[in-house]
């Protein structure tokens, strides 16, 4: 082969390779990707709300190492079997877009946003300059823009992240950042001891973006909870006047809006007070909660948000815009994300470009490449509407409530708390316990129901359900409410099918 290209007028050849025309074959990988987009079609898009399709096909790590052929060797393989490789990954992942997947804070699937990704992976964009992502620039501005507005704030500022988590990070150096703005040249020698406040509830990504930042996971002074999950505002006072008193600095206080596990709202409105008291930069985590902004009927659960310093939100969550879709959203709009992350790379953000260089936003960022992960959501917000989203919204509640309801009308069920939100946690309790004397043995037996049953399901694939313990209570469900494909009938399914999957406990 490599002689007849040789034999061709004008052919180069340099260090045995051969540079005339291109090395890829367009057409064969035109059809390789037009026969995988047929494959998801028909084994992802077409089953997503199908409940006879198994949840999962559960196999062993072992069994499925043999079964994927996951070895990478020295020759490429033939299309045909890439295809059956694309078809066997289908089959053996978890479908977190059937309608019975409740396992996690995101589940379901949305048809615009889908196609929003498809868009943004052919095109491989990165957001940071005008002059390569001006469209992708320009949505992000515009979701910001519009997600700000549902927090009450008359200005700001925001960027997308890989994470809810990334976001808590961003917060928490921002706040570390206005309070000594030196540390950025000067860097953690010399500072005082510098303190922040969360709730016992709060996500675990505050201990770890403390870890990372360098302030410490000692310096992270968790606050007391109420019976709820919520955050308990004398505690927050008595906490920061402890901080002072031991010569500590307080620069921050993160609120939680929907905990994982009990969907708890802390008191944004006291929690806010408190933060003016002491000039404390107050961060809300909401993550998970924050989608509730979209409806009039609960947004009141997020009441005070307004008064925040920094929001993190997730739309990827309750509004199906698919992972990784996250926000960081700030009060300030003085470019103080810019400030603290710029490092104004010549080679990227020239000040002497041909056109508005304020557009070059990736100086907000701390990385270079960034998806465009506001498009999906954009493009899923112009063809539902603001009314769509919070009709997703209120459906999801309502149906967590009839499911409350329902737990309460059957023996074996019963709830830890009656929740505020979309996450139901409960306790299923089979026929040999049910006379039982309430005890130490009660409890111990109790707390190894959930992982048999969830075992059972998951090898059967009917379903999936997580479960934890929580603050001293034995394992119990969580069940969580997100996706529009979930109908009334996948709630009366979820309950009959733990009374059958434990009718032998």
Known sequence: CKQEMLQKKNAVLVDGVILNGPIMDSKAGQKFVEEACKIIMEEVVQKADDVTEK??????????????????????????????????????????????????????????????????????????TYEVSPVFLLVEEAVVKKMIEFIGWEDGDGIFNPGGSISNMYAMNLARYRFCPEIKEKGLSGLPRLVLFASEEC?????????????????????????????????????????????????????????????????????????????????????????????????????????ADSVAWNPHKMLLAGIQCCALLVKDNSGLLKKCYSAEAAYLFQQDKFYDVSYDTGDKSIQCSRRADAFKFWLMWKALGTTGLEERVNRALALARYLVEEIKKREGFQLLLEPEYANVCFWYIPPSLRKMEDGPEFWQKLHQVAPIIKERMMKKGSMMLGYQPHRGKVNFFRQVVISPQVSREDMDFLLDEIELLAKDL
């Open 203 to 307: 996500h675990y990504s505050m201990k770890k973006a403390a870890s990372f930042l360098g302030i410490g996971t000692e310096n992270v002074y968790f606050i007391k909870t109420d019976e709820r999950g919520k955050m308990i505002p004398e505690e927050l006072e008595k906490q920061v006047q402890r901080a002072r008193k031991e010569g500590s600095a307080p620069f921050l206080v993160c609120a939680t809006a929907g905990t994982t596990v009990l969907g708890a709202f802390d008191p944004l409105d006291k929690i806010a007070d408190i933060c003016e008291k002491h000039g404390l930069w107050l961060h809300v985590d909401a993550s998970w909660g924050g989608s509730a902004l979209i409806s009039r009927k609960h947004r009141r659960l997020l009441h005070g948000i307004h008064r």
């Open 55 to 128: 949840v999962c096909e559960w196999q062993a790590p072992e069994k499925l190492k043999q079964i994927l052929d996951l070895e990478m060797r020295d020759s490429g393989e033939c299309h045909q079997k890439i295809l059956q490789l694309c078809h066997d990954v289908i089959k053996y992942s978890v479908k977190t877009n059937h309608p019975r997947f409740f396992n996690q804070l995101y589940a379901g699937i949305d048809y615009y946003s889908l196609v929003a990704r498809f868009i943004t992976e052919a095109l491989n964009p990165s957001v940071y």
